[in-house]
C-alpha cells in the first residue's frame, strides 16, 4: 500500500526535504497520489549521504603515486595460438548456450536530441533500420552460427520503457522470439539543487534521472535478471551500451579470453588517436584497476604523456564493451553501497515558490550517477582488456555531426562495407579522393564479419550504381531514406 501523506511529510521533514510538498493542497487527487509514489520511491538514506558526501562538501580528489597502462591483448588475428584458444573456449560455450547480451538503453540521449528511446534512433541511412534492428540481427547471427538462444537484456528507465517495449512489438521483436527479450528498468535518483535541496519537475512530480549505466548491476539483480540468466544456464553476459551501432553485440574471442583468465569482468579496449580524445582509459592506479574518465585528465597529466612519435601512453581507451560473470554482478550488488557515484552539475528544469516551471539558461544543480566501469574495482584478479579494430566495433552516435556523431558513424560504416565489397571484386563507385559515394549497408544477418561476407557473397551480383543495402538473405533492399555519407 502506499505511503499516506503524513508518512511522506515525516519522511521529508527528517532530511530537510518538506519544501517538496509545499503545492500539497493545489493537487488534485491523482496528482497526490503521483508525488506520493515518486517519494515512496526515493532512498533517502542513499540520498541524503549523496548530498552531505558530494554536494555540501567538495569531496577529496583522488590522488594516485602511481598510474600505470593495462596490459592489452592485441586484437585477435587466426593463426596466434592464444586468440585460436579464446576462439575456441568462446565458440564452446555460446554452443552450450551459457552466453546472453546485455544493453544498456535507459539513457536520455540529451546531445542526440531524439525524442524516443535512442536504441530507436533511425540509424541506416538507406533503410533507415533502428540501432535496435541491427543489434537483434547479429544475435540473430550468432543464433544461427552457434544453435543457440542468446536471451537479450534490455535495461530501460522509467522515461522510455513502454516505448521500448512498443517499438519491439510494432517490429515484431526484429525476429527474435518475444520471450528472448527482457526488459528491465534502472531506478530513478532525484536531482538536487546546488545547496542539496531535491527540486520538483512539476508541482506533484518529483525532478528525477536515471542512475547512470552503473544502475545495472543493482537493477539486474533486484529485477530478477542474474536469477532469469542462471535458471537458463546462462553464467556469462556480454555488455554492450545501445548508441554502438559498429559493435559485435557477442564476440565469441572476447568470451574465450574472459573463460580462460577466470575472469569476472573483462573490458575491450580501442587505441586512442590522441591523448585529449573524450573517452575513459583502463588504468592501473596504485595497483588498482580503473578506468578514469577524460574530464579527469588534468588531474593527472601522466595520462597526457605520449612516446617519441606522438602517441598517447596510456592509449587504452575504453569504448564500453564488456563481458560479466553473472556471479560478479551479484557480488557487486553485495557491496552496493561501497560503489562510487558521481554528480554532475547541470540544467535542471525546476518549478520554483510561485509554482511556474523554469527551464534555467545555466547550470542550477546535480544529477547522480554510477558508471558500470567502475564495477572494475571489485575484480580479483589481473585486468583481462582486449584491443579491438575501431572501426569495425566502435561508432558511438552521441551527437548529430561531428566526431562521435551519426554522420561519421554512417560514413565510417559506409567505408568499412566497401572494403568487404571491394575485397569480393567489386568495384565501388569512390571520388577522387577515394571517398564512397554513395551508402552502403549489410545486414549482420547475412555477414557479420569480412571473412562470412566473403563465403556468401559469390552466389550474389548486386548493382553499385547507387547507394546499395544488402538484407538479411543477400537480397537487395527497398530504399526507404537516403542519407549521403
Ligand atoms: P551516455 O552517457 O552517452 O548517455 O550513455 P545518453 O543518455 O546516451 O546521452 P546523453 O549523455 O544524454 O546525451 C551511454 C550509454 O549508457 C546508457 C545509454 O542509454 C547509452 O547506451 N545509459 C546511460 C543508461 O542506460 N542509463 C543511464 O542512466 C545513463
Avoid at 588534468?298 to 581507451?317: I, K, M, S, V, W
Wanted: glycine share 8%; proline share 6%.
Amino acid at each position: 500500500m502506499m505511503i499516506t501523506y503524513t508518512e511522506a511529510r515525516d519522511r521529508l521533514r527528517r532530511h530537510g526535504q518538506e519544501h517538496i510538498v509545499r503545492f500539497w493542497d493545489q493537487l488534485n487527487d491523482t496528482e497526490r497520489a503521483t508525488l506520493l509514489t515518486d517519494i515512496e520511491q526515493v532512498d533517502f538514506e542513499l540520498l541524503t549521504g549523496l548530498i552531505n558526501e558530494l554536494v555540501l562538501t567538495e569531496p577529496a580528489p583522488e590522488y594516485f603515486d602511481c598510474i600505470e597502462p593495462v596490459d592489452v591483448i592485441p586484437p585477435p588475428e587466426p593463426g596466434r595460438p592464444d586468440a585460436d584458444e579464446a576462439l575456441e573456449a568462446g565458440e564452446a560455450a555460446l554452443r552450450a548456450g551459457r552466453v546472453g547480451a546485455m544493453v544498456v538503453a535507459g539513457g536520455q540521449g540529451t546531445r542526440l536530441g531524439c525524442s524516443g528511446p535512442k536504441g530507436a534512433y533511425p540509424i541506416g541511412p538507406i533503410t533507415g533500420k533502428s540501432l535496435f534492428e541491427y543489434h537483434a540481427g547479429k544475435i540473430l547471427n550468432i543464433q544461427d552460427r552457434y544453435g543457440c538462444v542468446a536471451p537479450w537484456y534490455i535495461m530501460v528507465s522509467e522515461a522510455n520503457h513502454a516505448e521500448t517495449r512498443q517499438f519491439f512489438e510494432e517490429h515484431d521483436y526484429f525476429g527474435l522470439e518475444p520471450d528472448q527479450t527482457v526488459f528491465f528498468q534502472q531506478a530513478m535518483v532525484p536531482c538536487v539543487d546546488e545547496a542539496g535541496f531535491m527540486l520538483l519537475d512539476q508541482r506533484h512530480r518529483l525532478a528525477r534521472n536515471p542512475n547512470g549505466h552503473g544502475g545495472a548491476i543493482p537493477a539486474m539483480v533486484e529485477s530478477g535478471i542474474c536469477g532469469h540468466a542462471k535458471e537458463r544456464g546462462i553464467d556469462i553476459l556480454s555488455y554492450f551500451q545501445v548508441d554502438n551501432w559498429a559493435l559485435n553485440v557477442i564476440d565469441p574471442h572476447f568470451v574465450g579470453y574472459h573463460l580462460l583468465h577466470g575472469a569476472e569482468m573483462s573490458s575491450k579496449a580501442h587505441r586512442k588517436r590522441k591523448v585529449r580524445e573524450n573517452v575513459g582509459i583502463h588504468c592501473m592506479c596504485d595497483g588498482e584497476y580503473r578506468v578514469i574518465e577524460y574530464s579527469e585528465l588534468d588531474r593527472f597529466p601522466q595520462l597526457l604523456e605520449t612516446d617519441a612519435g606522438g602517441n598517447p601512453l596510456h592509449f587504452a581507451g575504453n569504448p564500453a564493451i564488456h563481458v560479466l560473470s553473472v556471479d560478479f554482478i551479484e557480488k557487486v550488488y553485495r557491496n552496493y553501497r561501497e560503489f562510487p557515484w558521481h554528480k554532475a552539475h547541470k540544467k535542471i528544469a525546476y518549478v520554483n515558490e510561485a509554482g511556474e516551471r523554469v527551464l534555467p539558461q545555466s547550470p542550477n544543480g546535480y544529477k547522480f550517477e554510477t558508471f558500470v566501469f567502475d564495477a572494475l574495482r571489485f575484480i580479483r584478479h589481473d585486468p583481462v582488456v582486449v584491443e579491438i579494430h575501431r572501426k569495425n566495433e566502435y561508432t558511438p552516435i552521441k551527437e548529430l555531426a561531428g566526431s562521435n556523431s551519426v554522420e561519421e558513424a554512417r560514413r565510417l560504416r559506409t567505408q568499412w562495407w566497401a572494403e568487404w565489397l571491394e575485397a569480393a571484386g567489386y568495384a565501388v563507385p569512390r571520388d577522387k579522393d577515394g571517398r564512397v559515394l554513395y551508402p552502403i549497408e549489410i545486414s549482420p544477418r547475412f555477414a557479420m564479419t569480412k571473412d562470412e561476407f566473403l563465403r556468401k557473397a559469390n552466389s550474389f551480383s548486386w548493382p553499385m550504381d547507387g547507394p546499395l543495402a544488402i538484407g538479411p538473405e543477400g537480397e537487395v533492399e527497398t530504399v526507404r531514406a537516403v542519407q549521403s555519407v
